[in-house]
């Protein structure tokens, strides 16, 4: 079982950056692939990005090319997700989730974590 904790939400300013983290408990991280989803209100949960279990593959949502940047550190367990020029509408909960292979769709993931705000103003 893998357990996943975000941290790095906040509040900031349209324009800004924020790095976002997920740090994976147990031995098998390096044996997942890893996304970032987000959830805004009244809004369906979206996919932001996704990692290969190596790193050497990674896909966006078109939203977000260009602009966010997954990555990882499978020495550290943990997965980032680097965010500029930061819009209102990246405004959510941000989570990361763990699943078998390089997936868009939400339920083929495996484990999630609690998720963290980030909320951008204009």
């Known amino acids: 079982q893998v357990q996943l904790i975000e941290s790095g939400g906040g509040l900031v300013q349209a324009g800004d950056s924020l790095r976002l983290s997920c740090a994976a408990s147990g031995r098998t991280f390096s044996t997942y692939a890893m996304g970032w989803f987000r959830h805004a209100p009244g809004k369906e949960r979206e996919f932001v990005a996704t990692i290969s279990r190596s790193g050497g593959s990674t896909y966006y949502a078109d939203s977000v090319k260009g602009r966010f940047t997954i990555s990882r550190d499978n020495a550290k367990n943990t997965v980032y997700l680097q965010m500029n020029s930061l819009k209102p509408e990246d405004t959510a909960v941000y989570y990361c989730?763990?699943?078998?292979?390089?997936?868009?769709?939400?339920?083929?993931?495996?484990?999630w974590g609690q998720g963290t705000q980030v909320t951008v103003s204009s």
């Open positions: 989730a763990a699943a078998r292979a390089v997936v868009t769709q939400s339920p083929l993931y495996d484990y």
